[in-house]
């Protein structure tokens, strides 16, 4: 295994930035939870062969000292900045420009090293700038991309509803009983999005079994997925059973 250093790229210290910024602006140590999952997860990324990787490579340790690199060059730091490089420099800066748009992209980076893909509606940006003006940008060129996906077996989607279907249980979420047949006709018939219970990202390489799978609507799947810490389908359950917020006054009339 090789000895050598391997630099840190643009999307690994815009993911290490992302924390600094969640946690104030301050660096983490190595036994922060946030810390140990992005190092598992830089580790098992493929945006470094693993013949060039030393020993140490993204450990714990090596992903807290790139977020005191980060914090110790804010603007807002009185101290004397550890050993860091002009990459940090520039994503940091970026990142105070912006911070927002570049959680956003941090986001979109770990949900890609994840294998979840992307969500069109969470790339879809306001119509209008700040100042009201219209909003315009390029669009449309070819690209080269790569994606990392956990290998999954089709046949337990088709088995899982199979077996439901035979078993005489309707296919309709099991968090929120959203019904795709009753709401889109003949379009949504034998339709169901499918859940692994824990998912794949933090499995990693297992035997799945039909009691292992969860059957979901597509807003409901999302929601689980939302957050960094997924949450279960009886968790989600709870939490809309207690989230009744108030519809606006124009729609009171209109539902009542």
């Known amino acids: ?56 490579f993204r450990n714990p340790n090596g992903v807290g000292r790139k977020t005191s690199d980060i914090a110790t060059r804010h603007p807002d730091y009185a101290g004397r900045p550890t050993r860091g490089n002009k990459l940090d420099e520039k994503v940091l800066h970026d990142f105070i420009a912006n911070p927002e748009e570049m959680h956003r992209l941090a986001a979109h980076l770990r949900a890609l090293l994840h294998g979840e893909g992307f969500t069109p509606g969470e790339l879809r940006r306001a119509d209008e700038d700040s100042d009201g003006g219209e909003f315009e940008t390029s669009e449309g060129r070819l690209i080269r991309a790569w994606q990392l996906k956990r290998e999954r077996d089709p046949k337990l989607r088709q088995k899982k509803i199979a077996v439901t279907k035979a078993a005489g249980i309707p296919l309709i979420c099991e968090v929120c009983s959203f019904d795709f047949l009753i709401k889109y006709g003949e379009m949504g018939r034998d339709y169901i999005e499918v859940h692994h219970v824990i998912p794949l990202h933090a499995s990693g390489e297992t035997r799945t079994r039909l009691r292992d799978l969860v059957l979901l609507c597509s807003n409901c799947h999302r929601m689980i997925h939302r957050r960094r810490a997924w949450v279960t389908p009886e968790a989600l359950r709870a939490q809309m059973t207690c989230a009744q917020p108030a519809l606006p006054g124009h729609l009171h009339g209109a539902l009542a």
Request: hydrophobic share 45%.
């Open 1 to 56: 295994m090789s000895t050598s250093r391997v630099h840190w790229t643009r999307d690994e210290i815009i993911l290490a930035c992302d924390l600094v910024w969640e946690n104030g602006w301050k660096a983490l140590d190595a036994a922060n939870p946030a810390v140990l999952e992005l190092s598992e997860l830089l580790i098992g990324s493929p945006l470094h062969p693993k013949e060039i990787r030393p020993q140490n």
